[in-house]
């Protein structure tokens, strides 16, 4: 059991980090865009993702990294240096919008609701630029003149179905509808999130 169980967390590091590198390949991504949106980034693409394919706490983990190191490591290609405010909406915005999609979504079994789920975690990702950017930088703008400056996140909303795309793509290629159950086995929604890993390997077994 002990070795399973090492197994399981050997997976689960690999899973985090593969898809949190994910996040930060997209994050260096975009498509050049005219006034005032300037750039349609990419980002969205993989956090919109995770939230669908993951459930909350590791889709919380790998939104927050992915998040943080893509703002980053964006920050410092393109020559503008370390940016604390970028950074702290990048983890307000994307680190919280993973886990927000994932929790409305649910198990993944209804399309509707999944559409749902990624349509109310984009609109938090621009509400939460907007609250930390807004303080922070846009402090003598009218909330209208900050809303068009966040026009580069209210465009991800184009997004949405792109995303969803590749999600029934993953879900139809490995027949799940979690990531998780690559790692642990199929998974009920009524297990709780804070459940062990060897206390769902032992439901997935059921």
């Keep these: 059991m002990t070795t399973s169980l090492q197994e399981s967390s050997s997976k689960v590091i690999a899973f985090v980090s593969i ?10 991504l975009s498509i050049p865009m005219p006034q005032p949106i300037a750039y349609l980034g990419m980002a ?24 943080f190191l893509g703002e980053l490591i964006t920050d410092l290609a393109f020559g503008y240096g370390v940016i604390p405010v970028y950074l702290l909406g990048a983890i307000v915005a994307r680190g919280i919008e993973g886990p927000l999609i994932s929790i ?34 846009y402090s003598y703008m009218t909330f209208g003149e900050v ?16 995303a969803y795309i590749i999600v029934i793509a993953v879900r ?17 929604e ?13 439901i997935g077994s059921e």
Excluded: H
């Design 147 to 162: 809303f068009i400056a966040y026009l580069w996140v209210v465009v991800d909303v184009i997004w949405v179905p792109v």
């Design 172 to 188: 139809r290629n490995y027949n799940i509808l979690k990531l998780e159950e690559l790692i642990y086995g199929k998974l009920r």
């Design 190 to 202: 009524d297990v709780p999130e804070s459940t062990t890993a060897q206390e769902v390997q032992e």
């Design 104 to 137: 409305l979504a649910g198990n993944g079994e209804n399309k509707v609701r999944d559409f749902g789920a990624m349509l109310i975690g984009t609109a938090w990702e621009v509400f939460g630029y907007i609250l930390i950017g807004w303080p922070l930088i």
């Design 44 to 67: 969205s693409i993989a956090v919109l993702m995770v939230g669908l394919l993951y459930r909350p706490k590791l889709a919380l983990v790998i939104c927050l990294i992915g998040g």
């Design 19 to 28: 898809f949190s590198a994910l996040i930060v390949v997209f994050s260096l």
